[in-house]
């Protein structure tokens, strides 16, 4: 396993595709967030915290927040102190959090149980921790049946070899039990329509992977599949991010 993340290139799109990744995934984290009564009064860690999207909505809460991530040079929440951490080797900042959350991060990482431990440990007695990865299995399930599989099996291919796990959703079911958490998990899949801002995301996907995608799949499928995704006349399932509940249960 490398341990290298497949996204720390030059990608000069990079920015956009955060962004509409978030625009993507955002709505249904805030659901799961919200519905655990995050606010006033709760201390929270955002891990692999991007452009700083979760980590600023929980402080609009009024949630005192702490942010860490590896490359801190895209965040931006106002107000949120952030901090350049390797969740693998690094100790997390601070401690005793009543929410511990991380989404796309377990799936990248080359030590997943050291840093679900490491998570798990930072949690005050009754904290929760939210871990949300994907599961890809459902991908570009389209009413006409496989939806340009062979991009999609080595795209993954080329993920896998950076270490990425295509199934990490449902890992963290059990990296969350291994780290001595009560668990309960829930799974969601966006329905996307050819042609929308998170249609864009799964085409820069992609753009950014295509420089390796290069003798693995004609770089003319790689173009037919971006044509598709930018046509309205295609609607597909997205992954199936799981959550994960793990909750630090009191002495």
Do not use: N
Request: hydrophobic share 45%; net charge negative.
């Amino acid at each position: 396993m490398s341990g290298a993340y497949v996204f720390d290139t030059a990608f000069a799109r990079e920015d956009e595709r955060l962004a509409l990744g978030e625009a993507l995934w955002d709505p249904g984290t805030r659901d799961r967030l919200r519905a655990l009564g995050v606010g006033s009064g709760w201390r929270c860690l955002e891990v692999g915290a991007g452009r700083g999207s979760v980590a600023g909505w929980l402080a609009a809460q009024g949630a005192e927040v702490t942010a860490v991530d590896l490359d801190t040079d895209r965040f931006a929440a106002a107000g949120v102190p952030v901090h350049r951490v390797d969740v693998c080797r690094d100790p997390l900042p601070g401690g005793g959090y009543d929410l511990v959350h991380a989404r796309l991060v377990v799936q990248h990482l080359a030590d997943r149980r050291v840093a679900v431990g490491k998570m798990a440990a930072a949690l005050a007695p009754g904290g929760l921790l939210v871990l949300e990865d994907t599961d890809t299995t459902p991908l570009f399930s389209h009413v006409s049946g496989a939806f340009h599989a062979e991009v999609k099996a080595a795209a993954y291919a080329v993920m896998a070899e950076s270490g990425y796990h295509p199934r990490c959703g449902l890992l963290d079911v059990d990296l969350a039990v291994g780290a001595g958490l009560s668990v309960r998990a829930e799974g969601r899949a966006e329905v996307v329509r050819g042609g929308t801002p998170q249609a864009r995301w799964f085409a820069l996907w992609l753009e950014h992977l295509r420089p390796r995608l290069v003798g693995r799949v004609p770089d003319a499928a790689v173009d037919a599949a971006v044509l598709a995704f930018a046509d309205p006349a295609h609607t597909w399932l997205s992954q199936v991010m799981v959550t994960v509940i793990g909750r630090k249960d009191t002495p």
